[in-house]
């Protein structure tokens, strides 16, 4: 069992920073496929992020270059530097883990546990 809890979200201006952390607790979070997902109202659920517990790291195109994921594995935590925020980067931010398969994968379907998510506001 893995349970996760995500952190650092709130209301920030376009051009603005956050920092998002997920703390893990749990004996197998090494074997965790980690990812980080959003989701805005009346929308799907999206996949921002992933990293692996070797460092293999998958970004969504509309978060390149401006989003940073990273994980520390001896604190079981990983993190999102989110930077030069958009408004439409608005949404509930969740972190997940999943044991399926040796890489990683972008669909929710395939995460076996999550976050209660945290909410990042983006103002225009």
């Known amino acids: 069992q893995v349970q996760l809890e995500e952190s650092g979200g709130g209301l920030v201006q376009a051009g603005g920073s956050l920092r998002l952390s997920c703390a893990a607790s749990g004996s197998i979070f090494s074997a965790c496929k980690m990812a980080w997902f959003r989701q805005a109202p009346g929308k799907e659920r999206e996949f921002v992020s992933g990293?692996?517990?070797?460092?293999?790291?998958e970004y969504t195109d509309s978060v390149k270059g401006r989003f940073i994921v990273s994980r520390d594995n001896a604190k079981k935590m990983v993190y999102l530097q989110m930077n030069s925020l958009k408004p439409e980067d608005t949404a509930v931010y969740l972190c997940?883990?999943?044991?399926?398969?040796?890489?990683?994968?972008?669909?929710?379907?395939?995460?076996?546990?999550w976050g209660q998510g945290t909410q990042v506001t983006v103002s225009s």
């Open positions: 997940a883990c999943s044991l399926y398969g040796s890489t990683l994968k972008t669909m929710a379907s395939v995460y076996d546990y």
């Open positions: 990293i692996t517990s070797s460092g293999t790291i």
